[in-house]
């Protein structure tokens, strides 16, 4: 496993360990060979959204085919759910360097490099929860990259108060009945199973965050429902419906009523995964913009030498970079077994915020050619968009901010 050197002042180190760099160096050269022939390959059907999607929203064959191919060969090479313990086919990497890894593919820029690494169609710490048949049968199948799966809490009504949740489970002998509606849920079109969350006993019995139960159910037991198409997110998300959905007693992952508990055990590395993604896209931005504002002439000089250009990518720089400080810190405080709930609101809210800004600031600096269709700038201003909302709202972090800070 890849750890810091203790024995630098605080046992705290911001050199890339030598295990980790071979991981990064290895995953240039799985990007390279594996994942830009594939995009190669794809031609117009990945880089152009009217070719990639189906009239309904869904992403044509060859690219959900591409995704998976992606995801098994990086699961083969030790990559893809790497941070996952070894005893079930991960290998026990630190969140140090798990949080490098993300940011160092996420600097590669947008394309099907998102799918090298475990996102929320892979295996998270949540499904370590299984048992029994479980095991063989969900979650060492997803750390392969032989299924995918989905996180169903969002309901349509319901966003981030969740504990209100309105989809129910009710026991039936050896058998639960789930009934309700989700939404916004990501790889629900292509997930082999999806983990729900479902109320299976009232908060007025359990109290505002028990009585919340996760249950297995596999794709040919629920309904997919119309598709969610958000902006930066397209051909991803859907609707799913449970209408007296019967799954038995083994598919509980986890305790019955402890759900909800057993989720916000892994809430900071969610944050921290969506924080590495944001610095390692905006890096790859500031380059991008850098490049260009040497290499473009305006007025007989490159526009890179008027302060109204050079001032935005400096700042872009400088917010990166404290963003990484602030994930690397929070990976460490992970790896030493921290809760870290301040630390991992601070870096979701701030490194995200970074990303719109620096989004925003570059298209700025490519003019008129920011905003056409040739280049990956609206896509990143997108998901850059989608990514202060997800895993906890901008006004979800900065409440928990100020509730660790006394003052709410």
């Known amino acids: 496993m890849a750890t810091q050197d203790s024995t630098r002042p605080g046992g705290v180190s911001f050199e890339t ?117 479980q095991v063989e049968e969900y979650l060492k199948p997803a750390i392969r990259g032989e299924k995918s799966t989905a996180f169903a809490q969002t309901e349509p009504g319901v966003g981030s108060d969740s504990p209100s949740m309105q989809t129910s489970a009710e026991r039936d002998g050896d058998e639960w009945i789930i009934n309700g509606q989700k939404q916004w849920i990501t790889n629900a079109p292509y997930a082999d199973f999806v983990q729900v969350f479902a109320r299976t006993t009232p908060q007025e019995d359990a109290g505002r965050y028990g009585g919340i139960t996760c249950f297995i159910v596999e794709d040919d037991e629920y309904e997919l429902g ?31 009523d402890a759900a909800f508990y057993n989720a916000m055990d892994f809430l900071s590395l969610g944050r921290l995964e969506l924080g590495a993604e944001a610095i390692g896209y905006a890096e790859n931005l500031i380059e991008t913009g850098v490049e260009y504002a040497t290499d473009r002439e305006a007025f007989g000089r490159p526009i890179g030498k008027f302060q109204g250009i050079s001032h935005k990518l400096a700042k872009g720089r400088a917010k990166t970079y404290a963003a990484d400080a602030a994930g690397l810190k929070l990976a460490w405080q992970m790896d030493r077994g921290d809760q870290a709930i301040e630390e991992s609101s601070i870096l979701k809210w701030f490194a995200t915020n970074a ?12 003019g008129g050619n920011g905003l056409s269709e040739d280049n990956p700038f609206m896509d990143h201003l997108h998901v850059a968009r989608i990514l202060r909302i997800v895993e906890g709202t901008d006004e979800i972090q900065l409440n928990t901010i100020a509730k660790q800070l006394g003052v709410s």
């Open 17 to 133: 360990d030598e295990e980790t760099r071979l991981i990064l160096d290895s995953l240039d050269e799985f990007i390279e060979q594996e994942v830009e022939p594939l995009e190669s390959e794809l031609g117009e059907t990945w880089s152009n959204p009217r070719l990639r999607h189906e009239d309904d929203g869904r992403l044509v064959g060859e690219v959900v085919d591409a995704m998976e191919t992606i995801r098994r060969k990086s699961a083969d090479a030790g990559f893809y759910a790497m941070n996952l313990p070894e005893d079930v086919g991960g290998e026990g990497v630190s969140n140090v360097t798990w949080y490098r890894a993300k940011k160092h593919v996420a600097s590669h820029g947008m394309g099907l490099t998102e799918f090298v690494l475990a996102g929320p169609e892979g295996p998270k710490p949540l499904l370590l929860q299984a048992e029994g048949e």
């Open 355 to 366: 990303f719109w800004e620096v989004a925003d600031d570059v298209v700025q600096v490519h």
């Open 226 to 256: 119309s598709m969610n198409n958000a902006v930066g997110m397209q051909g991803l998300q859907a609707e799913l419906v449970f209408d007296d959905v019967r799954v038995p007693e083994d598919r509980v992952l986890g305790q019955v």
